[in-house]
Structures are given as structure tokens and as C-alpha cells.
């Protein structure tokens, strides 16, 4: 709920952007980027400058071409930009703010329980791969989000819409395990039922169902947490559609926009 009080707390009227990173965020974030080499030549731009731009990008959803000159030149941007995405540096980072909020609200770093959902979203004429999803009437891709039962982004993965839920939930619960391995039960609904996600992981999968008398929308326990991640990730414009012609670069994206949810939430 808005009050003076929160409205202070997330304002960001001192900021020449409203996407630019604080001091407090900051430092926070400074430490999981890649250091300036001790020899040769020199950064013409600060990384920090260079991070805003791509903050920028996301939060406004504009093409990388369309930055304004107060940024470094958007080719440097973008340059940075795949160095970090195929280094995979923003899910590391998402990784370790992960823990680090989890443990400043006095829980363990790693957690045992998550909850599951996708999100299917329309792309564009970028290109890249891309499905019809004939349950939601949607030609695009499906972003599929394993969270923590406070909405902290776990893993993320995207692919084409025409994979069913219960086709793409095994590969994720999969890939999660290095990362997470005290996960033993991920909240899912009707849509991950059956044996095929059961036995695609040793994640045990517990189907939370609507109630039989419900008329409307109504709050459904636990799997609220995750359509609540969606919503906050959807702030960002470049989140409305998938406009990138590579998964990777989706991906990037997400867990930047994961990340930078994190690193707002701890620098408060």
C-alpha cells in the first residue's frame, strides 16, 4: 500500500534517470563485476555508467540504438552487455543477492521449498525461436520461473510457448539442482500434474488447486508468489514482449531485471 512513508522509501527523485543504480546499490553490485585490467589500456567509461545504460534499456524498454548521449556509446553498452550475458554474470549475481536477502530477513542462504509457474509472451519480428501457446492464444515464448516461497527468483529459463508446462518443468527442475540442492518440494498447479513432471527430478511437486466453489479470481496459496514475481519483472517495458532474437539474451534479462529487484529491496 502507497503511503507518504513507502513513497519516500522508493522515491528516486534525486536520480538523473529513475533507472540509475544509487550508491547503496552500488556497492552492493560493484563487487560481482568485472574488474579493470592492472595493465594496458585504460576504461573509457566507468562500468557503473555503463550497468546504468543497461538499466536504462531494460526499465524503458527502447532499442539499444535509442540511448541517450548522456550514456556511454551504445555499441560499448551492448559489448558489455553479451560479455556479461554469456558469461552468465547476471544469474551468478542473482544467485548470491539471492542469498544474501534471504539471510538478511533471517532465513537460510539456500532454500528447501519453491514454487513453479511459466508465463507465455507474445515476441516480435526479431526473430529467434518462438511457439503458439494454444492455451493462452499466444505465438511467442514461455518464461518459466522456479522462486522461493518469498518470490526470489531461483531460475529462469525461456523457450518456445508451444512447450507445455509439464514438458519444460522437468528441465528446469533439473537445472536448478546444482545451485540449489536443498530444494525437496516445489508448490505447482493443475498444469504440472502426472507422473512426467513427478519423476523428472528428485523435486517433489505438490499440486495446489483451486478451491471447488470458486467463482472469479481469487489469492491461491503459495502459487500467488511466483504470479507476483511476473507482475514486478513486467514493470520493466523491455519485459512486455520478448524483442530478443536469442534466448540467451532473454534470459540476461530476466535475471538483470530479478537481480536489480533484489538489489533495490537491500540497499532500502
Sequence with gaps: MWTPTTRRQHSRAGLRYGSDLTDAEWAILGPFLPPEAKCGRKRAYAMREVVNAMCYVLRGGIAW??????????RTVYRWFVRLRDDGA???INHHLVMRD????????SPTAAVIDSQSVKTT???????YDAGKKIKGRKRHALVDTGGRALKLQVHAANIQDRDGAGPLLRASRPSWPFVQLAYADGGYAGPRVAEASPIRVEVVRKADNQIGFAVIA???????FFAWINRNRRLAKDVEATIASAQAFLYAASAILLLRRMAR
Aim: aromatic share 12%; proline share 9%; no cysteine.
Design 222 to 228: 503459495r502459487r500467488w508468489v511466483v504470479e507476483r
Design 65 to 74: 540504438r535509442l540511448m541517450p548521449d548522456t550514456f556511454p556509446p551504445w
Design 102 to 109: 534471504r539471510e538478511r530477513v533471517g532465513r537460510e542462504a
Design 125 to 131: 519480428e526479431s526473430g529467434g525461436i518462438r511457439g
Design 90 to 92: 547476471w544469474e551468478t
